[in-house]
């Protein structure tokens, strides 16, 4: 593992809280970032899944949200999530809109500080100011299933990939992960009357280079139509034309992660 490192070769430094520096490293495998103290000399707080150790990045990197939670149960059990697998409404998983599926996110319920860790692997939900669906066993947790709906804090975790020398002390090696890079849509509305959907379709595509219907169907059997807009490589670029959106007068938009 020692030798592994001592290939590491510093590529560049970022800013990041308290006025630390955060740096970033590569070699022949993954890129990985030296994680930094925090002001008062101690790392991060760090979390075991599976035997994994993670960890919030400090900087720009990460990803931090506030917003409210809710949760999905039985009526999606045994059914296929949005990255392929199956919802087992006992598990520890969520439905995000933009991180990555497999990412883990720590979710703190902010109503009565009980936390959870999560892995994406759902998208949703899609609900105006909802930033967060939890499985079932997940909103149990953080006492999520009475309320049905809460205030909570998420902050995406990075996989520790080994450790560093670093004075007279080993430091934590993190993946590089940018949750802020992909590929981002915007969602403009959902309809159950396809030619609803065609309509509003054919008004975008005059505004926009790309407008499109992509098809949901529910638990239920109910059929939505759901369109989209625009194509971004970043979160910046697609919360611009989220604004751009709002300013047409849509004021239902929100960003999809494709």
């Known amino acids: 593992m020692k030798k592994f490192f ?30 930094p103290k925090t002001m008062d000399g101690r790392l991060p707080k760090s979390y075991s899944v599976n035997g994994v150790i993670y960890y919030p990045l400090l900087n720009g990197e990460g990803l931090v949200q506030e917003g409210m939670a809710s949760w999905y149960g039985k009526e999606f059990h045994g059914k296929k999530t949005s990255s392929g697998e199956i919802y087992n409404m006992y598990g520890k998983t969520a439905a995000h809109k933009i991180l990555p599926f497999g ?4 979710v703190q319920n902010l109503a009565n500080r009980r936390e959870v860790i999560v892995r994406i692997n759902d998208r949703g939900p899609f609900v105006k100011g909802r930033i967060i669906d939890l499985s079932y066993g997940a909103a149990r947790q953080i006492g999520l299933l009475g309320p049905g709906v809460a205030k909570v804090r998420l902050v995406a975790l990075s996989r520790k990939i080994g450790q560093i020398k670093s004075g007279n002390d080993y430091v934590p090696l993190v993946e590089a992960a940018d949750f802020r890079k992909g590929k981002f849509t915007i969602q403009v509305g959902a309809f159950e009357n396809k030619d609803n959907a ?8 005059v505004i ?48 999809v992660a494709l």
């Open 6 to 35: 001592y290939l590491l070769l510093i590529i560049s430094i970022f800013g990041c809280a308290g006025g630390k520096e955060q740096i970033r490293l590569s070699s022949y495998k993954k890129p990985a970032i030296v994680l």
């Open 103 to 106: 990412t883990y996110v720590k």
């Open 198 to 205: 065609l309509r509003l379709v054919n008004r975008l595509i």
């Open 208 to 255: 926009f280079r790309y407008a499109t219907i992509t098809t949901y169907v529910s638990p239920q059997e109910k059929t939505l139509y759901r369109v989209r807009v625009s194509l971004s490589n970043d979160l910046t670029g697609a919360n611009k034309m989220v604004d751009k959106l709002k300013y047409l007068g849509f004021s239902q938009v929100f960003i």
